[in-house]
């Protein structure tokens, strides 16, 4: 009885992040869309890419941690675009490494209006690590020591509408609904990857010469849980520091009870280089965390415009 109750335990633990979080979901999407739209591949004209860190629910032992690589360019000559995505996700003993590879093609309505469609395949390797689970028993057989890993194939795929002060996405993710278990391991959880779909869109509005606002939003719609949706507005100083704030809903149930968010943000543009950090407010007075801290560094190598301000990327 107390293995069924362990195992039971075990197994709502890491339903959690299988089913809430789903892979990598970032409160600065805004900064690089590719993260949930394979159709971003090559659209900012460079060799672009973001470094991030993310640590949630700072302060409670076995929270979420996630460390991300984006790299993505347009291939010279053609109307394509690649792209390539490192993700490594982590839950108390799970953990969700992520390699996914994205190309898109890219479509010129107008002189300014562009219009892009983008596939991804991933490989993802889960892997549950038993020797972070508090064990009743020591020794037990039906927790062995070390790692079980499993390795599961996904797609995505996503259209991606766009100009130099406006953008329109929409993008399907986890197409294949991967299931993932292992039958010779009783201590491996079994999960699916649910399919998810994204909406999101922004535009910036210049207020005078010095000073634009960039509002956003983000619609995640997934199966078996309410619409999550995120609403944003940043303004922009002189093309380089972008200070915002954003608004999450959450209807899901958590570990706090159902929340919603509070999210401010800064950016500052280098030109080359950028860097942005936000930290996520929860508003339940419930709240036993500590918030959500997520920091990134991005950049933009080549490209005919790269150094022009008068000529900035907003998305």
Same mark, same amino acid.
């Given at each position: ?7 039971? +335990? ?40 973001? +470094? ?35 993700? &490594? ?25 562009? +219009? ?7 490989? &993802? ?57 292992? =039958? ?21 509005? =210049? ?109």
């Amino acid at each position: 009885m107390k293995h069924k109750i362990i195992t039971t +335990l075990i197994a709502v633990i890491l339903a959690f992040p299988a089913i809430a979080q789903q892979g990598v979901l970032l409160s600065q999407y805004f900064f690089d869309p590719l993260y949930i739209n394979p159709a971003y591949a090559g659209s900012r004209g460079a060799f672009s890419g973001t +470094l991030t860190y993310r640590d949630q629910w700072v302060g409670l032992p076995g929270a979420p941690e996630t460390e991300a690589l984006s790299v993505h360019t347009p291939i010279p000559l053609t109307s394509l675009g690649i792209g390539l995505q490192l993700d &490594n996700d982590v839950t108390g003993p799970l953990r969700i490494s992520t390699a996914t590879l994205n190309l898109s093609s890219t479509v010129h309505l107008t002189k300014e209006i562009k +219009l892009a469609f983008g596939l991804a395949g991933s490989l &993802n390797d889960v892997v549950v690590n038993d020797n972070e689970l508090n064990i009743e028993t020591p020794n037990d057989p039906v927790f062995p020591a070390g790692s079980n890993s499993l390795l599961v194939p996904d797609a995505n795929a996503g259209i991606y509408l766009y100009k130099s002060t406006f953008y329109f996405g929409a993008a399907a993710v986890h197409i294949l609904q991967s299931t993932w278990a292992e =039958k010779n391991q009783p201590a491996f959880p079994s999960g699916d990857f649910y399919r998810q779909y994204f909406v999101t869109s922004g535009i910036v509005a =210049k207020l005078s010469d010095n000073l634009a606002i960039r509002p956003s939003a983000l619609v995640q719609f997934i199966q078996t849980a309410p619409a999550l949706y995120e609403l944003d507005a940043s303004f922009i100083f002189s093309n380089k520091l972008f200070i915002g704030a954003g608004f999450r809903n959450n209807e899901r149930i958590s570990i706090s009870g159902t929340d919603n968010y509070i999210i401010p943000c800064i950016e500052y543009d280098f030109a080359a280089f950028r860097i942005g950090y936000s930290y996520d407010i929860v508003l339940n007075s419930q709240n036993i965390s500590g918030g959500t801290h997520e920091i990134m560094l991005g950049w933009d190598l080549g490209g005919d415009n790269l150094l022009k301000r008068e000529n900035p990327r907003y998305f």
